[in-house]
């Protein structure tokens, strides 16, 4: 009895601390397999699978690691790049079906946007397409991107409030220079994947 109760403490210490082995004698092996307890039979079959499940997680892990550095070359092969009167600007872009749409967009090429300016604080421009969009009350800010009714690109150098989808945020440049930028006429935007 001695030696079931010392074998259940070591299968339990072994789950608890993720090793893949247990070592047990031949005797206790045999004395655990001869026990009629329920617990006595689970603990001798948790023993024997041990081995099999650290390998299956290792797999799994390795899948893992697999799995996302494919998925951050998938993403770095497919970054939006935006300029701006042939001004590059950086972009942090949103991660939303309307972004993936925009890069479906542009795979077979640049897409020119002829942006006009509206009020004091925004410039529009037409996609020529229709975008899944998520609009949402949003108070936008000088560098915001968003898409308007589905079909438009705004970019802001001030601040409005209104339902948009959030397309990325301009990280490069301060308000002054986004109104220097924007707020003096129309501008031409290009989106392209790099």
């Known amino acids: 009895m001695k030696t079931v109760i010392a074998l259940l ?6 789950s608890l601390m993720g090793c893949a082995t247990v070592p047990i004698a031949k005797n206790d092996a045999s004395e655990a397999a001869s026990a009629e307890t329920p617990q006595n039979t689970s603990a001798a079959v948790q ?5 099999e499940q650290g ?4 797999s799994e892990e390795k899948m893992s690691i697999s799995m996302i550095d494919q998925t951050e070359s998938i993403t770095e092969m497919d970054s939006l790049s935006l300029t701006i009167d042939n001004t590059p600007v950086e972009v942090i872009w949103e991660d939303n079906e309307s972004i993936e749409a925009l890069k479906e967009l542009v795979t077979d090429g640049p897409l020119t946007v002829q942006m006009s ?13 229709g975008l899944p969009r998520n609009d949402v009350q949003t108070v936008t800010e000088a560098g915001d991107i968003v898409l308007y009714s589905g079909n438009q690109i705004v970019i802001f150098y001030g601040s409005n409030s209104w339902a948009y989808t959030r397309l990325g945020k301009i990280t490069d440049k301060t308000a002054s220079e986004m109104k220097e930028l924007l707020g003096s006429g129309d501008v031409t935007l290009t989106l392209s994947l790099d």
């Open 9 to 14: 403490i070591a299968v339990m210490l072994v």
């Open 47 to 51: 023993a024997d699978q041990e081995p």
């Open 55 to 58: 390998s299956d997680r290792e």
């Open 117 to 129: 300016m509206y009020s004091t604080f925004e410039q529009v421009g037409p996609l020529g397409t």
